[in-house]
């Protein structure tokens, strides 16, 4: 119960970065979305150990790790679109699988290469 | 209100069903984000239930994937050490993969001949649903067809990228978890953390990255695509 209580008010603190984020995100007209610049502010104050990463760790990983249940509502946002997933689906599948495996294949060789010249060098 | 309720309760119990159909069957193309949303769609429509009663309750639970992105600071945290190590090979993969990821889709939209917002609202598809989302109203897309698509391609991923990394001879740990992130957002990290742990290190800290990343060049590459 305790534990329950914990991750409730940690995953409150996170709520009120990403508050912050959204406040500054507006004031400032700034092109970026409001929980982004909360993840930022909170990162720079773990790395400056103005809080500790024990103060909010058990309510990141709840957050994280039951991400998926956050996607649902959207994925059944697809009722609204029945026509065109009707209509459409197979280009939306071919583009999104073609380009998956395009990006998958860039970004892998680089990496590869780049991490194995380093090696050479050294 | 009632509705609204009743809404999130069906959203949450329809999760944890579909969560336990993952864990007992272990077939990956049973991920909960295929079972729970199709539970959930069929009781919408039997019960008579209309989507914008159901999105009432519904973006209550989306509203907490802002939480959730400021919870990534925590893994970036914990990773710091190995992000400095590596900064350069780690940001020039992640820079070609994440203007890669633009330009490919647009590309290939247009070779389907996709109309613009069917276009715009695939740019950002590959990374992390809410910032794809914001990605996607920014520049003139769709967010939740490109909630749809980010779903898309995480499932894509799930099943390619091991694919792509065997016939590619991709020996790298680092390289391994990079691709699997930068292509298939939290769902490649799943799949990364299956082959280790510094794989799965390596693929958190891709899908923060592609986040930013994607965040900085949409603006730039999404004029250049409707040209």
Sequence with gaps: MIKVFKILIQVAVLYFFAIIGNLLSSILHLPISGSIIGMFIMFAMLYFKILPVSKIEMGASFLLSEMLLFFVPSAVGILQYKEAVFNYGTQFLLVICLSTITVMIVTGIVAERFSRQKERYR | ?227
């Excluded at chain 2, 990773?79 to 590596?86: D, E, G, T, W």
């Excluded at chain 2, 898309?152 to 990079?178: M, N, S």
Aim: proline share 4%; with cysteine.
């Design chain 2, 1 to 227: 209100m009632l509705v609204s309720f009743l809404c999130i309760i069906m959203t949450i119990v329809s999760y944890i069903i579909a969560k336990f159909i993952y864990k007992k069957s272990k077939i990956f193309i049973l991920t909960p984000l295929i079972i729970a949303p199709v539970l959930l769609s069929s009781c919408i429509i039997l019960l008579g239930i209309d989507y914008t009663d159901y999105d009432k309750g519904g973006r209550w639970l989306t509203n907490m994937l802002q939480p959730a992105v400021v919870g990534f600071a925590v893994p970036l945290y914990k990773y710091r050490a190995v992000l400095k190590k590596h900064m350069r090979v780690i940001l020039v993969s992640m820079s070609s993969g994440a203007i890669v990821a633009l330009a490919s889709s647009g590309i290939y939209a247009h070779l389907v001949h996709l109309k613009n917002d069917y276009l715009l609202s695939l740019l950002p598809r590959s990374v992390t649903t809410p910032i794809a989302m914001v990605i996607s109203a920014d520049i003139g897309g769709v967010p939740t067809m490109t909630a749809i698509f980010v779903i898309v391609t995480g499932i894509c991923g799930l099943i390619l990228g091991p694919i792509i990394i065997r016939f590619f001879h991709i020996r790298e740990k680092l390289a391994k978890g990079l691709l699997l992130g930068m292509g298939a957002h939290g769902a490649g990290t799943s799949k990364a953390l299956e082959f280790g742990t510094e794989e799965g290190a390596a693929a958190s800290l891709a899908m923060v990255l592609a986040a930013v990343l994607t965040l900085i060049f949409a603006p730039i590459i999404t004029p250049l695509i409707l040209l």
